[in-house]
Nanobody, 121 residues
Framework: QVQLVESGGGLVQAGGSLRLSCAAS????????MGWFRQAPGKERDFVAQITWSGTSIYYAESVKGRFTISRDNAKNTVYLQMNSLKPDDTAVYYC??????????????WGQGTQVTVSS
């Protein structure tokens, strides 16, 4: 059984930083990318970032480019999302995912339980 366990969410002031972590277990993920989606209150779940197993292909949503950095440690089956220069619009529940390439939620094979990120103005 695949498990994705996120950590690192919380409350931060605008301009601050947070680092999300997601530890995956239950199978090998070498055929998949890992990444993050987010869902703000009353809005759809949106793609944030993804990284392939090799780490050579990384994609970001336009809204987070230059502020967020995704990385992974394959030895630990863990993916990270470093979030800098946070804005109130970044407030959302952030979901770790194991997925095929692409930004659609249809590419997601496994979802984490989500971690809340709240950015105050």
């Amino acid at each position: 059984q695949v498990q994705l366990v996120e950590s690192g969410g919380g409350l931060v002031q605008a301009g601050g930083s947070l680092r999300l972590s997601c530890a995956a277990s239950g199978r090998t993920f070498s055929s998949y990318a890992m990444g993050w989606f987010r869902q703000a209150p009353g809005k759809e779940r949106d793609f944030v970032a993804q990284i392939t197993w090799s780490g050579t292909s990384i994609y970001y949503a336009e809204s987070v480019k230059g502020r967020f950095t995704i990385s992974r440690d394959n030895a630990k089956n863990t993916v990270y999302l470093q979030m800098n220069s946070l804005k109130p619009d970044d407030t959302a529940v952030y979901y770790c995912v194991v997925k095929l390439l692409g930004s659609s939620s249809a590419t997601v094979r496994y979802w984490g339980q989500g971690t809340q990120v709240t950015v105050s103005s």
